[in-house]
């Protein structure tokens, strides 16, 4: 059977009034709405739809993984940074690398503190609802009972089976045996499970998640990475806190986009958002020229980002960056043509994603993520947890903000977003893909506020993506008078051979009615699932 659809099929919004769930897999979308039905809220929901994605999706995330969320209590908003440091053993000589080297993406060079499981126990505590053990329970099934694979994670999994090939030795073993184990082939329709992983899933469930960190799980943890290279000890995984965090904020056009601070990389999309609410764009999402502009807007947010985000980034600098005289210095550098972005001095004073609403008025925007795909490529053996790899991040140039270091959060790139209005919520938006996140994040905000679109055209909407200089990948879709005016205009412009790579979204939003509405990303399985 082709698990191929030739034919271009617009999604429509799902509209409900009870509670909404939105993620990029179909069963664990369900799973939180199961919690939704039973009286759980929105951060129950969430949990549950985030556990099991840990399992149905895991070429995207996982138990070892981090998290971050944003979570509107009905009254205000709270921002959670859930990401983990790197060991306090962390040394240019303790992995073997020189300043300017490049940490490596598989093995243990990249692998810092998984924060996910005590981000899920923290969420819980401050917001929970439901017994947290019951939030576990579609997680262990599918982990025990087994499900089959969608076509877009098992394409990802194809993808990541060809990079592991070369990657055979004792640290990537268990990661062979848990994820291409005899007789499996990643494809549509196929079967897998994971004992490991769902006896690792009721520990986590019956401690809180604790055993990650001081039991038997962290035991595990320690003994291979001592065994086998890794940095990772038992005070590492003890000291590990997520922590309670104030969202930073742009507003435009009446709306207020918040996102998480740094170690997130979210400060982009703000100050992008800076820039362009002193531009004139058109109300025609396709005009050439406002996709000019939005595109010259992101690659000077996204050069000051790269240049100043990294762990304990002072609020006075947060501050500066987007404060609005320097978006209007930023703004006066924009011209007809593309420019070769530089940072700025400000006067100094592969991922899931989903979104959560219930008729409580509690709202829940929540992100996690192995980074690269399953991460790192070594998963614990008899645990099934796969580490993820976002030490990769750090920078090795000599007194950077995010240099590599003992005890640092990295770099991240997982974000989080939220709208409000007139301090009431609109509600979560996410856009999963790395380095597109805060793109992504950008064109959503616009395509809702600028051009009015209901939350499914807004994630169906072709995409444009920088890369770097003056690279810019666009979909297939993106209309041929965009791509050639883009190219007039001095942009290297690569029309993309297929939609990977260009994030996979989904909102929530709630109208004046307090009916919600929703949309899931066509880039990915997921789906909207309400009451």
Request: proline letters at 5%; glycine letters at 10%.
């Amino acid at each position: 059977m082709n698990q191929q659809n030739p034919y271009a099929v617009p999604r429509e919004p799902v509209y409900a009034q009870g509670g909404m769930v939105a993620t990029s897999h179909p069963l664990a979308a369900e799973a939180g709405l199961a919690i939704l039905r039973a009286g759980g809220n929105a951060i129950d929901a969430a949990l549950a739809a985030a556990t099991t994605l840990t399992v149905v999706e895991p070429t995207q995330n996982g138990v070892g993984g981090d998290a971050f969320a944003l979570v509107w209590d009905g009254q205000k908003l709270h921002a959670l940074n859930g990401s983990g440091r790197s060991s306090k053993n962390t040394s240019y000589e303790s992995l073997g690398l020189k300043h300017g080297d490049k940490i490596e993406a598989l093995g243990w060079q990249g692998v810092t503190v998984p924060g996910a499981p005590r981000a899920w126990a923290e969420l819980h505590r401050k917001f929970g609802k439901t017994e947290f053990s019951s939030l576990f329970k579609s997680a262990i099934s599918y982990a025990r009972e087994g499900y089959p694979l969608s076509p877009v994670v098992a394409e990802y999994w194809r993808r990541a089976q060809k990079t592991m090939k070369s990657h055979s030795g004792e640290p990537f073993k268990a990661w062979h045996d848990t994820f291409l184990p005899e007789g499996f082939i990643p494809k549509a329709g196929e079967v897998w499970r994971s004992e490991d992983l769902a006896r690792t899933l009721e520990q986590l469930a019956d401690s809180r998640s604790e055993a990650m960190y001081v039991g038997d799980l962290a035991e595990k943890i320690c003994e291979f990475a001592a065994k086998t290279g890794g940095l990772i000890d038992r005070n590492d995984l003890a000291a590990y806190r997520p922590e309670w965090v104030e969202p930073i904020s742009a507003n435009y056009q009446g709306y207020t986009v918040w996102e998480l601070p740094p170690n997130n990389q979210a400060l982009a999309t703000l100050l992008a958002l800076n820039i362009l609410d002193g531009l004139n764009l058109a109300k025609h999402r396709e005009d050439e020229h406002s996709i000019h502009l939005q595109i010259e807007a992101m690659k000077l947010g996204f050069i000051d980002t790269l240049e100043y985000v990294g762990d304990n980034l002072d609020k006075t600098i947060i501050n500066a960056l987007l404060n609005k005289e320097y978006a209007a210095e930023r703004r006066n550098l924009i011209g007809d043509q593309a420019l070769e972005p530089r940072a700025g001095i400000p006067k100094r004073g592969n991922t899931v994603y989903l979104a959560v609403a219930d008729k409580s008025g509690m709202m829940v925007s929540f992100i996690q993520s192995n980074y690269m795909g399953f991460g790192s490529g070594i998963v614990v053996p008899e645990t099934g947890i796969a580490l993820h790899n976002r030490g990769h991040s750090f920078n090795t140039i000599k007194g950077h903000a995010n240099e590599l270091g003992p005890n640092k959060r990295p770099y991240h790139t997982i974000m989080p977003g939220f709208l409000t209005k007139a301090g009431k919520a609109v509600g979560p938006f996410g856009v999963m893909g790395a380095y597109m996140q805060p793109q992504g994040h950008l064109q959503m905000v616009l395509n809702t506020i600028q051009h009015h679109m209901h939350p499914q055209a807004a994630l169906d909407a072709p995409r444009w993506q920088w890369v770097s200089a003056n690279t810019v990948r666009v979909e297939q879709s993106m209309p041929k008078h965009v791509v050639r005016s883009l190219l007039s205009r001095g942009h290297d412009v690569v029309v993309s051979p297929d939609d990977t790579g260009f994030g996979r979204g989904q909102i929530i939003w709630r109208l004046d009615n307090d009916v919600f509405v929703g949309g899931s990303d066509c880039r990915a399985d997921g789906q909207v699932a309400a009451y």
